[in-house]
């Protein structure tokens, strides 16, 4: 049974980095898309990307080059670096893993979710 | 971006009748190399993570009530709920996964008449 957990501070000061670690239990970690979604309060879900293997990354546009995610297979972890960020970036964020292991699946494994709120 | 809209926003329904939530893509023919339709469907009840429902249009995931159905093709896709029940309350919504960004619709709120 694959089970996902972010973990990171919940708090983050405008113009500094948001980074959150998402732990992987059950399952394979490689041969995956694992993929960071966020929402904002009263707002609908936005794909922020996803990383294959280690190598292959997609990230959304709209974050306009301010988004990192990276892989380490031998902690079972996945993380999501965010720079710059202002109060827009106030968000719950999830991470997930799509259905299938060759890419353009749905989302079937979610992990709870973590709230991070971007203020001084 | 591929911009899924879905109507309406909220819905209330009596218990036991049917709801109906429609979802719109801005671009036809979300096909798949295996011809299938890149849209899913997610319940999410309050406090929550999404919970899939319904992928590639109509398949039920394993373990859902078949009260939930899934249906469309081209730019029109349906979520149907045969029989509404009290845990049904929650909030949806649409997704393509057919070409990145991946982009969800606005969400449907249900709630019980």
């Known amino acids: 049974q694959v089970q996902l957990q972010e973990s990171g501070p919940g708090l983050v000061k405008p113009s500094e980095t948001l980074s959150l670690t998402c732990t992987v239990s059950?399952?394979?970690?490689?041969?995956?898309?694992w993929t960071w979604i966020r929402q904002p309060p009263g707002k609908r879900l936005e794909w922020i990307g996803y990383?294959?293997?280690?190598?292959?990354?997609r990230y959304n546009p709209s974050l306009k080059g301010r988004v990192t995610i990276s892989l380490d297979t031998s902690k079972r972890q996945f993380s999501l670096r965010l720079n710059f960020v202002t109060a827009a970036d106030t968000a719950v964020y999830y991470c997930?893993?799509?259905?299938?292991?060759?890419?353009?699946?749905?989302?079937?494994?979610w992990g709870q979710g973590t709230l991070v709120t971007v203020s001084s | 971006d591929i911009v899924m809209t879905q109507s309406p926003a909220s819905l209330a329904v009596s218990l036991g009748e049917r709801a109906t939530i429609n979802c719109k893509s801005s671009?036809?023919?979300?096909?798949?190399?295996?011809?299938?339709?890149?849209v899913a469907w997610y319940q999410q009840k309050s406090g929550q993570p999404p919970k899939v429902l319904i992928y590639?249009?109509?398949n039920r995931e394993s373990g859902v009530p078949d009260r939930f159905s899934g249906s469309g093709s081209g730019t029109d896709f349906t979520l149907t709920i045969s029989s509404l029940q009290a845990e049904d309350v929650a909030v949806y919504y649409c997704?393509?996964?057919?070409?990145?960004?991946?982009?969800f619709g606005q969400g449907t709120k249900l709630e019980i008449k």
């Open positions: 671009q036809s023919g979300l096909y798949t190399s295996s011809n299938k339709n890149a």
């Open positions: 997704q393509q996964y057919y070409r990145t960004p991946y982009t």
């Open positions: 990383i294959y293997n280690g190598g292959t990354t």
């Open positions: 997930a893993r799509e259905r299938g292991g060759d890419g353009g699946y749905d989302l079937l494994h």
């Open positions: 590639w249009a109509s």
């Open positions: 059950g399952g394979s970690i490689d041969n995956n898309y």
